[in-house]
């Protein structure tokens, strides 16, 4: 009688933590699905077209002219 209640109590307890297996696997789908979408509007927002274009309405322009290079020699430090 014992053994046929601990045989029971132990499939009470795999079932409930396949259920448990399951809704966390199904979170994790979401959490992914989220961070995907996140990481791509992120991606898209720091483009260099799209943060002039944000930065336009604050008066920022964008440098049409390269940056130069300053070299320093050694002893002029």
Known sequence: MVLGLIYISNTH???????????????VEDLRADFTTLKSDLMFASKQSEVARKVKSMGLEESLTPPTKIIVDKDEY
């Open 13 to 27: 307890y795999a079932e409930k933590t396949v259920r448990q297996i399951n809704t966390v696997q199904s979170d």
